[in-house]
């Protein structure tokens, strides 16, 4: 089943973006990410109007897409910004979106990182006392305040893939809530002269399709709230992180967006009533839910190789240097041919890539129309997680990407050249 924002022409071509794909590969050339515009958007809008009746905060996750145009659709929504790195916050200003509207995350930001934060008045949520040290020092010798906010680790398991469960005491991420780490870094901040307190952040993981463990991180975050605000002190807001999934197998259903918030809402405001506190600002840090679904890799088959009695092998022009999920996480894809959209599912197929291992592959053991030399396989839901993680492994330029709107197309991202792959090589004088 295609989700609502594709659809099939007569000439059995998948459209995206109003589109056909067909086109697009003949235009663009082929591995090509695509990325549909008004998904972005429609994405952004029922997350927001599902918690229209707080006052809450969407910080796009650039980690999951940090393409310069991909952030601009969601700065013109008027998306804050979740950057990790100096280089997604320099990404996140120059598509307009505020510093104050950032938070700042990660367990290790550099020295310069944090002075570009300081700069720009981004919230910083601090993971360790040695950070929140060179966090004051910095300020202090750049004669301003910081912003801080402090990371907490609820020591929550998340139902996902273990390398992307975050909220686990054995994890590196934040304080320790249970051994008073947490409110001992507050106390501590509390006493810094240019440092001034103003929120709580948990991320508990990311690709959660059931609303439960936010509900749970929330309890526990405001747990912390309210022995802060017995301390004395007072937060503007509580950043519940990032994390909410999007089905990837036809099977799985979406995330009850409408139900989460409530129940999430709910917990935060039991515990704002029962200490007559203010409302707090509700910081959502999304990525995946943004821009996952929105996103097509379109990749050639190139050949095709029959083995009896096992599933036929088709390999694509993209594998696991354009797409590392499926080789890093097990992760599923749905793939489909974007040529043969009317052709049955007939044939058991594995979609392996170009790469010289074992693992360099999209999808094993699916069922495919039978596939040509030359047909067009389409792989869904890699908007997030997809271009971000790509790699140059076997000296592979990495593939464009083009973002489609009303049936028109344009490049966001160029392919790599040969060039670009050997610009920043040297040779050392003893070989020149
Ligand atoms: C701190 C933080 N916030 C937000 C996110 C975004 O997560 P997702 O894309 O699952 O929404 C991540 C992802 O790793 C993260 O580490």
Same mark, same amino acid.
Request: aromatic content about 6%; some cysteine.
């Given at each position: 089943?295609?989700?609502?924002?594709?659809?099939?022409?007569?000439?059995?071509?998948?459209?995206?973006?109003?589109?056909?794909?067909?086109?697009?590969?003949?235009?663009?050339?082929?591995?090509?990410?695509?990325?549909?515009?008004?998904?972005?958007?429609?994405?952004?809008?029922?997350?927001?109007?599902?918690?229209?009746?707080?006052?809450?905060?969407?910080?796009?996750?650039?980690?999951?897409?940090?393409?310069?145009?991909?952030?601009?659709?969601?700065?013109?929504?008027?998306?804050?910004?979740?950057?990790?790195?100096?280089?997604?916050?320099?990404?996140?200003?120059?598509?307009?979106?505020?510093?104050?509207?950032?938070?700042?995350?990660?367990?290790?930001?550099?020295?310069?990182?944090?002075?570009?934060?300081?700069?720009?008045?981004?919230?910083?949520?601090?993971?360790?006392?040695?950070?929140?040290?060179?966090?004051?020092?910095?300020?202090?010798?750049?004669?301003?305040?910081?912003?801080?906010?402090?990371?907490?680790?609820?020591?929550?398991?998340?139902?996902?893939?273990?390398?992307?469960?975050? $909220?686990?005491?054995?994890?590196?991420?934040?304080?320790?809530?249970?051994?008073?780490?947490?409110?001992?870094?507050?106390?501590?901040?509390?006493?810094?002269?240019?440092?001034?307190?103003?929120?709580?952040?948990?991320?508990?993981?990311?690709?959660?399709?059931?609303?439960?463990?936010?509900?749970?991180?929330?309890?526990?975050?405001? $747990?912390?709230?309210?022995?802060?605000?017995?301390?004395?002190?007072?937060?503007?807001?509580?950043?519940?992180?990032? $994390?909410?999934?999007?089905?990837?197998?036809?099977?799985?259903?979406?995330?009850?967006?409408?139900?989460?918030?409530?129940?999430?809402?709910?917990?935060?405001?039991?515990?704002?009533?029962?200490?007559?506190?203010?409302?707090?600002?509700?910081?959502?840090?999304?990525?995946?839910?943004?821009?996952?679904?929105?996103?097509?890799?379109?990749?050639?088959?190139?050949?095709?190789?029959?083995?009896?009695?096992?599933?036929?092998?088709?390999?694509?022009?993209?594998?696991?240097?354009?797409?590392?999920?499926?080789?890093?996480?097990?992760?599923?894809?749905?793939?489909?041919?974007?040529?043969?959209?009317?052709?049955?599912?007939?044939?058991?197929?594995?979609?392996?890539?170009?790469?010289?291992?074992?693992?360099?592959?999209?999808?094993?053991?699916?069922?495919?129309?039978?596939?040509?030399?030359?047909?067009?396989?389409?792989?869904?839901?890699?908007?997030?997680?997809?271009?971000?993680?790509?790699?140059?492994?076997?000296?592979?330029?990495?593939?464009?990407?083009?973002?489609?709107?009303? $049936?028109?197309?344009?490049?966001?991202?160029?392919?790599?050249?040969?060039?670009?792959?050997?610009?920043?090589?040297?040779?050392?004088?003893?070989?020149?």
């Amino acid at each position: 089943m295609l989700k609502p924002h594709f659809r099939v022409n007569p000439a059995g071509h998948l459209v995206c973006g109003g589109v056909d794909a067909v086109e697009l590969c003949e235009e663009f050339g082929t591995p090509l990410y695509v990325m549909d515009e008004e998904r972005i958007r429609d994405n952004y809008r029922r997350f927001l109007k599902a918690f229209s009746r707080r006052r809450v905060r969407l910080c796009y996750a650039l980690k999951a897409n940090s393409n310069s145009a991909v952030v601009k659709v969601l700065a013109e929504e008027g998306a804050g910004a979740d950057v990790s790195s100096e280089n997604e916050l320099r990404i996140a200003l120059r598509a307009g979106i505020e510093g104050e509207k950032m938070v700042f995350n990660g367990n290790l930001k550099t020295e310069a990182e944090l002075k570009l934060a300081l700069r720009h008045g981004v919230a910083i949520n601090i993971d360790n006392f040695q950070e929140l040290e060179v966090v004051g020092r910095l300020a202090e010798r750049m004669r301003t305040e910081a912003r801080v906010s402090f990371r907490i680790n609820p020591d929550l398991r998340a139902p996902t893939h273990p390398y992307i469960a975050t $909220g686990l005491r054995e994890s590196k991420f934040g304080f320790e809530v249970g051994s008073g780490e947490a409110l001992e870094a507050y106390r501590r901040a509390r006493g810094m002269k240019n440092v001034k307190i103003v929120g709580i952040h948990a991320h508990i993981g990311s690709q959660i399709l059931d609303p439960s463990p936010f509900v749970e991180e929330a309890e526990k975050v405001m $747990g912390v709230v309210a022995e802060l605000h017995e301390m004395g002190i007072e937060l503007e807001f509580v950043d519940l992180g990032g $994390g909410v999934g999007i089905p990837y197998r036809p099977e799985e259903r979406e995330v009850r967006l409408e139900e989460l918030a409530e129940r999430v809402i709910s917990a935060v405001e039991e515990v704002e009533e029962e200490k007559g506190m203010g409302k707090h600002l509700l910081v959502f840090e999304p990525g995946r839910y943004l821009v996952g679904d929105a996103g097509i890799l379109l990749a050639r088959v190139e050949y095709t190789k029959e083995r009896r009695g096992l599933p036929r092998w088709i390999s694509l022009d993209a594998g696991m240097n354009a797409l590392i999920r499926p080789a890093l996480y097990g992760a599923y894809h749905h793939i489909e041919l974007a040529n043969k959209m009317n052709l049955k599912n007939d044939t058991l197929t594995n979609v392996a890539g170009p790469l010289c291992e074992s693992g360099d592959f999209l999808g094993k053991e699916r069922l495919l129309p039978k596939a040509e030399r030359g047909d067009l396989a389409v792989i869904f839901d890699v908007g997030a997680y997809g271009l971000a993680m790509s790699s140059q492994h076997t000296a592979k330029p990495r593939p464009a990407m083009v973002m489609v709107r009303r $049936g028109r197309a344009a490049l966001i991202r160029k392919r790599e050249t040969f060039r670009d792959l050997v610009r920043l090589d040297l040779l050392p004088p003893w070989l020149r």
